[in-house]
């Protein structure tokens, strides 16, 4: 009876499973500005209206905040709790600490880009194709291709292989 029980159990977390995934694709094309095939999302994803998926990406729970363009290419993989921002206040403004206007930029993630857990993209960064995002790891600037970047600010610590 045991044994039973746990199959069931298995049965049935594994159905919710699938129609959580569902859902969190369904909200992800349902809110971005294009998409291509297929989407997949294992957590909760947060995209924009003005979000441009490539195809083949996969999604672990990544959040996009900010009105600028966010640009995803293809076979792209996120870990969980992932960030990507778009703008940031105006600090150079009318008002001290910040004014009511915002700067926007927008942030480009080329083809084959695997980013690790609670990463975080700052405004106006692109990650070149090929390149690995390392775990915990703030990017502030730019991320050449086949690079493996990691730490808060990220740095390149190893190069790809151009022919894989």
Known sequence: MKQLIWKLTEVILNAAQRVYSAVCVLHVKMRCASHGAPIRANGWTVVTRNTHLGSYVNFNGLVIKGAGKVTIGNHF????????????????????????????????????????????????????????????????????????????????????????
Do not use: M
């Not at 992932?82 to 080329?110: A, F, S």
């Not at 291709?145 to 151009?162: L, M, Q, Y």
């Open 77 to 164: 993989h996120s870990g969980s709790e992932c960030l990507i921002l778009t703008q940031n206040h105006n600090y150079e403004g009318t008002k001290l600490p910040y004014d009511e206007t915002y700067i926007i930029r927008p942030v480009t993630i080329e083809d084959n880009v695997w980013l690790g857990d609670r990463i975080t993209l700052l405004a106006g960064v692109t990650i070149g194709e090929g390149a690995i995002v390392q775990a915990g790891s703030v990017v502030v600037k730019n991320v050449a291709p086949c690079s493996i970047v990691g730490g808060s600010p990220a740095v390149e610590f190893k190069k790809r292989d151009k022919e894989h």
